[in-house]
């Protein structure tokens, strides 16, 4: 129900839009969220947009970097990264919640996620 892409490898300082395509049922009535996981580490949140308004709210290491948007007409969430550094690579994932939380336990339905490498 929800597809992400866009990820690949990138410079550091360089940019890169995902995109998390879902199904309408899916997404009309959700909040969207992204995470990621980097190896070893636990899945952290990087933000998530809510559903009708469209306010976002982002973890402290990504604020000011990266953006999320959505366009309900296309059942699409977008996260848009600026200044990447290395230590944002990771494995990105969206997902869909019917609360606002940042929490990844409290998403119900996840994407297969997409690789984003940062590195000269």
């Known amino acids: 129900q929800l597809q992400a892409s866009g990820g690949g490898l990138v410079q550091p300082g360089g940019s890169l839009r995902l995109s998390c395509a879902a199904s309408r049922r899916t997404f009309g009535g959700y909040f969207m969220g992204w995470f990621r996981q980097a190896p070893g580490k636990e899945r952290e949140g990087v933000g998530y947009?809510?559903?009708?308004?469209?306010?976002?709210y982002y973890a402290g290491s990504v604020k000011g970097r990266f953006t999320i948007s959505r366009d309900n007409a296309k059942n699409t969430v977008y996260l848009q990264m600026n200044s990447l550094r290395p230590d944002d690579t990771a494995v990105y994932y969206c997902a869909a919640t019917n609360m606002a939380t940042m929490l990844a336990y409290g998403y119900d339905y996840w994407g297969q996620g997409t690789q984003v490498t940062v590195s000269s």
């Open positions: 947009i809510t559903k009708r308004d469209g306010r976002t």
